[in-house]
């Protein structure tokens, strides 16, 4: 945790050395830093192409990837070099500047969204006091790209999907915004720092389980991952919004796709499972890795409910989201605030 | 500070300019979230860091809902015909004009006090309490009112059937 620090400082003072106006070193660390957000998105795109087709392997008793180097982790930098190379196709009839900016917009709202995230104590670009508030406005954005994908494409699977996705979005927002509100009660700060200190003895799971869970099957509507993920279920629409993206562009979709994944698990440990804090004092292993072991956790019960259960109907996802998964949140917000009237009565 | 200012007006403006202008609904809506966004940057300017994530989260947020209503409201094969002018220009100017010089006559008359205090750090407390203590009456009202607004486009929605 300290090594990050080190390095910005000493970047800093470096540049300052250098005889740049204080404003502009602030300007170039944070270029600095954005730039190793977007590589470790990156990093985490590699391991997690080859994790997901190993587990679907997995889950569907097959062998998945197993040619190209150790295990089949060749494949994914193979396919890199394919999509690269293939012709970026924009169809005739599409919607040609909104058609070209649909996929870079989603990126960006992806990135804008790591700009609170810490991963580790101190590693944070900007630790504003409205952390989560803003994590979640960003996320807000990503429906308007999804729908600009989908429209552009001229094509009326496209269309479904770009609706679907923005029916699917905005329902599951408000159990995803009340979920993480109970642990926001308990702490009183909506500051990600915080809410990681207030974890140090009991990780919020325990008293906010059931918030968990709904934030959980919120998130998986969220990102559009299965079994909720009709916005692009290929059997019924190609691929939804994006089937008519080839090449770079369709890389980027995956990118934004994959690092979006990356930063709700994020939230979720940081939110849940106790962020940076080691268990059961098991601070041998550095608070940085920590993270990364409880994001990989959570990324894996991602892939896990994809690969096993079926995809619901889209009346179904509704109803579910709206008359049930509405409902418990709310209660959930009742029961934590007079729960902690109680508990300040006992304790004075 | 200043110069960004400008550059965000000018994003701001240009963007709202251009979603009157354009032809094409989509694009409008499009425009729109630009213009939002620009407002939310300007709040953080003021500092006023609560503010500027409501506006994204809301008015980014809902844009999308426009854009839907916009496509299904306009049965038009071509979209760059979709969002229609009308023909009253000079009517239009007129209007346009003196809402201008009311509300440029209006700000520069109102003498604009200048807080010697420092900004607050944290604002999302003060927000609150304020909201449940010395407005919690209007804040309630608010609340009701968008509930009656939801049940009221539901029963348009679904047109309720009598039931003897």
Do not use: C
């Not at chain 1, 000493?10 to 600095?32: C, P």
């Not at chain 2, 049965?75 to 229609?84: E, F």
């Amino acid at each position: 945790m300290q090594i990050s620090n080190t390095i910005a400082t000493g970047l800093k003072d470096w540049l300052m050395g250098m005889g740049f106006s204080a404003t502009t070193t602030e300007m170039i660390a944070t270029a600095v830093w954005t730039l190793a957000v977007i590589l470790f998105i990156l990093l985490n795109l590699i391991v997690l192409v080859w994790l997901e087709r190993k587990f679907s392997a997995f889950f569907q008793q097959r062998r998945g990837p197993n040619r190209l180097g150790p295990a089949g982790f060749l494949q994914f930098p193979v396919d890199i070099v394919k999509v690269l190379g293939k012709e970026d196709i924009i169809p005739a009839a599409a919607d040609k500047p909104v058609f070209r900016i649909a996929s870079i917009t989603l990126f960006i709202t992806a990135i804008l969204a790591w700009a609170v995230i810490p991963l580790g104590e101190g590693m944070i670009l900007e630790d504003l006091n409205i952390g989560i508030f803003y994590f979640i406005a960003i996320g807000s954005t990503a429906t308007i790209s999804l729908l600009m994908g989908g429209f552009a494409s001229n094509n009326k699977y496209s269309l479904l999907g770009g609706m679907r996705t923005v029916a699917q979005m905005i329902s599951y927002e408000i159990p995803m915004v009340f979920s993480l509100l109970g642990v926001i009660m308990m702490v009183g700060s909506l500051r990600l720092s915080d809410i990681v200190k207030a974890q140090e003895h009991m990780w919020f799971i325990i008293p906010q389980g059931i918030a968990f869970i709904i934030y959980f099957i919120a998130t998986v509507a969220e990102t559009n991952r299965g079994p909720f993920d009709l916005a692009e279920g290929e059997q019924e629409l190609v691929a939804g919004y994006f089937t008519e993206y080839s090449g770079i562009r369709y890389a980027i979709w995956m990118i934004a796709e994959y690092g979006n994944l990356v930063a709700v698990s994020t939230i979720a440990s940081i939110m849940f499972l106790g962020g940076w804090n080691a268990p059961f004092g098991l601070t041998f292993i550095p608070p940085f890795l920590w993270l990364l072991i409880k994001i990989y956790f959570m990324i894996f019960l991602f892939m896990w409910v994809k690969w096993t259960y079926p995809r619901i109907r889209i009346d179904h996802l509704m109803h579910f989201g709206w008359k049930f998964l509405i409902p418990v949140s709310l209660a959930n917000i009742l029961v934590t605030g007079v729960g902690i009237y109680i508990y300040r009565m006992i304790t004075g | 500070m200043n110069i960004m200012f400008w550059i965000i007006a000018v994003i701001t403006l240009g963007s709202a300019l251009l979603m009157v202008l354009n032809k094409n609904i989509f694009h409008s809506a499009l425009f729109m979230v630009v213009t939002f966004l620009g407002v939310a940057a300007i709040y953080m300017m003021l500092q006023a860091d609560f503010l500027a994530a409501v506006q994204i989260l809301v008015y980014g947020g809902a844009i999308t809902i426009f854009i839907i209503f916009g496509i299904m409201l306009t049965v038009r094969g071509n979209m760059k015909q979709t969002n229609l002018f009308s023909k009253n220009a000079a009517l239009a100017g007129l209007v346009s004009l003196a809402l201008i010089v009311i509300n440029a006559i209006m700000v520069l008359m109102t003498d604009w006090p200048v807080s010697e205090n420092a900004p607050p750090v944290e604002t999302v407390g003060h927000i609150a309490e304020l909201m449940l203590t010395k407005f919690i009456v209007p804040f309630e009202v608010v609340a009701v009112l968008l509930l009656v607004a939801l049940l009221g486009a539901i029963i348009i929605a679904k047109e309720v059937k009598k039931t003897s």
